[in-house]
């Protein structure tokens, strides 16, 4: 069992930033990447970035690219989100969860955390 606590969601206005972090615990081992979620209101949960634990690969949605970093602490079990140049549509829940590839399958998911970016 792996145990998934995000944190680091809010609000802010368009163009802002945020730091999303997820912090992994339990039977991690297990695991060999990492992933962020979204799922906004009355829309489908949807894949925003992908990450192995040791950082060397990544996969993000094309939504995201360039905007939104993925990035690892593999010491503190750590997986971060930073997102630049939000926009109103990147308003969501977003989701942290285990995989076997930064394109999934993926297992564990955390509780999430909300962010909302006003215009």
């Known amino acids: 069992q792996v145990q998934l606590i995000e944190s680091g969601g809010g609000l802010v206005q368009a163009g802002g930033s945020l730091r999303l972090s997820c912090a992994a615990s339990g039977r991690t081992f297990s695991t060999y990447a990492m992933g962020w979620f979204r799922q906004a209101p009355g829309k489908e949960r949807e894949f925003v970035a992908g990450?192995?634990?040791?950082?060397?690969?990544?996969n993000y949605a094309d939504s995201v690219k360039g905007r939104f970093t993925i990035s690892t602490d593999n010491a503190k079990k750590t997986v971060y989100l930073q997102m630049n140049s939000l926009k109103p549509e990147d308003t969501a829940v977003y989701y942290c969860?285990?995989?076997?590839?930064?394109?999934?399958?993926?297992?564990?998911w955390g509780q999430g955390t909300r962010v909302t970016v006003s215009s």
């Open positions: 990450i192995s634990w040791s950082g060397a690969n990544t």
């Open positions: 969860a285990t995989g076997i590839t930064p394109k999934g399958p993926w297992r564990y």
